[in-house]
């Protein structure tokens, strides 16, 4: 498995070397399970000093809500994908490109990891399992945001390439973190998975 800078090369001299065999994507539909801790309300009667926080579920469609609100587009029945493991993020309907998100969105990932592998390089075929950690934020400009730090159990399976050299890969990546961020513009604690997944065809070892 490439580590991600060297992944972001590999996808560049394929699109100048490899015309003829179409796009060179991954794409992973991301659906997000977050829960927030928010305060929204602080009074103070007397001597006493009251303040009062709330529970919020955030799941993929309030981010693509927000994300709505922020370009001035309909997002509905729309999911959320990143394309070549974060290069870049996009909403998409079907095949239908809606728009490319990713100046909301980043994403950091460690080179180090925790692996079971079985890979033939002559071949491309992979089998992957491995732990890393990662860091994931949004942020709508709006006042809604949030940095996550966590881990990441991924699997990733690769066949045999073709005669151009191309291989199909199916790739599912569970984070589980927590972190800080904003909703509303009121600070919010965070904890919860982003779980992306999808498959794609992508020139051989590209990972």
């Known amino acids: 498995m490439l580590s991600k800078t060297l992944f972001v090369v590999a996808m560049l001299l394929a699109s100048f070397f490899l015309p003829s065999v ?17 305060t929204v309300s602080n009074t103070t009667n007397g001597t006493t000093h009251i303040e009062k926080m709330k529970t919020v579920r955030i799941a993929t469609k309030d981010i693509l809500n927000l994300l709505a609100a922020a370009t001035s587009n309909d ?23 809606l728009a490319d998100v990713s100046d909301f969105f980043t994403d950091a990932a460690f080179n180090e990891d925790v692996i079971d592998q079985n890979f033939d390089s002559s071949t491309g075929k ?8 990662r860091s994931v934020g949004f942020d709508d400009h709006r006042g ?16 045999v390439s073709n005669a151009e050299g191309m291989q199909t890969v199916s790739d599912v990546e569970n ?25 794609g065809v992508v020139p051989k070892n590209t990972f």
């Not at 794409?27 to 927030?36: R, Y």
């Not at 999911?79 to 974060?86: F, I, K, Q, S």
């Open 22 to 38: 179409g796009h060179a994507d991954l794409v992973q539909t991301i659906n997000i399970h977050l829960t927030a801790h928010v």
């Open 75 to 97: 997002f509905k029945n729309a999911a959320l994908v990143t394309v070549n493991r974060g290069q870049s993020y996009q909403v998409r309907r079907g095949t239908n490109i």
């Open 126 to 133: 992979d089998s992957y399992h491995g732990f890393w950690l």
């Open 144 to 159: 809604n945001a949030f940095s996550l730090n966590g881990m990441v159990e991924e699997r990733m399976i690769g066949s």
């Open 175 to 199: 984070f589980s973190g927590s972190g800080t961020g904003t909703l509303g513009g009121n600070f919010a604690i965070l904890s919860g998975t982003i779980l992306l997944s999808g498959k």
